[in-house]
């Protein structure tokens, strides 16, 4: 209970998503934040999934109060991500992250943070936001939405191993959903293909690829649902550059929330 007493329940929210809407941290990032005892409510430390009041309850970070009033506005960003450059915030080893691709302005104290992972020596879209909310539901496991990418493996796979692959592989004990799976060019030694999935395991095309006996030699996401790297009739994206998603781009992220709690 706050210290202050309780008048409007219906206010109440988990703390870890109050950090997120206020665009400090992706609501993971909050949810490590409280494991690591760095949050406190009314001056005691707070717990996971514990419950406040904006309104009324006093929240810190790291000693510091942060309150509704520092929220900044709303950043939907698109981001062409190069080869070597890991999908977080902060990386221990070193390497350079999403963020030192953008500048100092986007980088400091708006909260901004990828959504959702490509993996290090992938290329291609990635979605960077400050809506904890959008990211919170896009990363949700019933989440589907389509992403596409281009992706280049060793070898000839016949059809018959295609068709293996579009209606699931097993990955750990559990199979994959159905992908969308298309021959764009065949190359020597190479082939270079199109695939759909509606969802992102950890590595999931390169490690079906492997599994397959075709591996991955480049991969490229092209789109996210509608979102595509390179619009028709638009200035190329290169990679390391980021663009502002159009209105109607953010829209469609945001309708892909219905049906999913946040």
């Known amino acids: 209970m706050s210290i202050k007493g309780r008048s409007n329940r219906h206010m109440e929210a988990r703390v870890q998503k109050i950090i997120a809407q206020w665009g400090i941290a992706s609501r993971r990032e909050a949810e490590e934040m409280i494991k690591q005892s760095r949050v406190h409510i009314n001056g005691i430390l707070a717990h996971l999934g514990q419950k406040v009041d904006p309104h009324v309850d006093i929240i810190a970070i790291d000693g510091k109060l942060v309150s509704q009033k520092q929220r900044p506005a709303l950043i939907y960003l698109l981001l062409h991500k190069p080869a070597g450059v890991v999908s977080t915030c902060y990386d221990p080893q070193g390497r350079p992250t999403v963020l030192d691709l953008l ?15 490509l993996d290090a ?20 496991p019933s989440h589907s939405i389509s992403k596409t990418y281009r992706v280049l493996v060793r070898g000839h796979p016949p059809e018959a191993v295609l068709e293996r692959w579009r209606q699931g592989v097993v990955l750990e004990g559990r199979k994959t959903r159905p992908a969308q799976i298309r021959f764009i060019e065949r190359l020597p030694d190479q082939s270079d293909l199109e ?47 980021y663009r502002y998603l159009t209105p109607e781009e953010i829209i469609f992220l945001k309708q892909q929330l219905k049906h999913i709690p946040i």
Do not use: C, M, W
């Not at 879209?125 to 949700?140: E, K, R, S």
């Not at 969802?199 to 490229?220: D, K, M, S, T």
């Open 103 to 117: 500048p100092k302005e986007l980088r400091d104290g708006l909260g901004i943070h990828p959504v959702g992972r």
């Open 195 to 241: 695939i759909i999935l509606q969802e992102g395991r950890n590595r999931q095309i390169r490690r079906i690829a492997q599994h397959l006996g075709y591996p991955v030699i480049q991969l490229q996401r092209t789109a996210i649902g509608s979102i595509q790297l390179q619009k028709p009739r638009a200035p190329s994206l290169e990679a390391g550059n």
């Open 121 to 140: 020596e992938s290329t291609g879209a990635l979605i960077l936001t400050n809506d904890g909310d959008l990211t919170f539901g896009l990363t949700h």
